[in-house]
Nanobody, 119 residues
Framework: QLQASGGGLVQPGGSLRLSCAASGSIFSINDMGWYRQAPGKQRELVAAITSGGNTNYADSVKGRFTISRDNAKNTVYLQMNSLKPEDTAVYYC???????????????WGQGTQVTVSS
């Protein structure tokens, strides 16, 4: 399973760091990423990172957000700087995980963590 943490209320221009740890009987993890869903909007990709460290960002967060991962800890992070009110959303982590004894990578989702940017 995936356990996300680190959300909260922050003023515009502030920073937050989200974490998401995978646990269970894990053989390996392929791509990991963060998505977000604002009220009344569809879930969208924020950032993704491959097992080799290649990253991809939504245009709206480029230069402000940084995704990283610690493969030894099965954890993905999202450092969010220069936050804007339009970044307000529930943030979900996602990971493609191959379990011990399994043959395929299966996508898992974290429970979501609320990020609110407001003065």
């Amino acid at each position: 399973q995936l356990q996300a943490s680190g959300g909260g209320l922050v003023q515009p221009g502030g920073s937050l760091r989200l974490s998401c740890a995978a646990s269970g009987s894990i053989f390996s993890i392929n791509d990991m990423g963060w998505y977000r869903q604002a009220p009344g909007k569809q879930r969208e990709l924020v950032a993704a990172i491959t097992s080799g460290g290649n990253t991809n960002y939504a245009d709206s967060v480029k230069g402000r957000f940084t995704i990283s991962r610690d493969n030894a800890k099965n954890t993905v992070y999202l450092q969010m700087n220069s936050l804007k009110p339009e970044d307000t959303a529930v943030y979900y982590c996602n990971a493609d995980i191959r379990s011990r004894g399994g043959y395929f990578y299966i996508p898992y989702w974290g429970q979501g963590t609320q990020v609110t940017v407001s003065s």
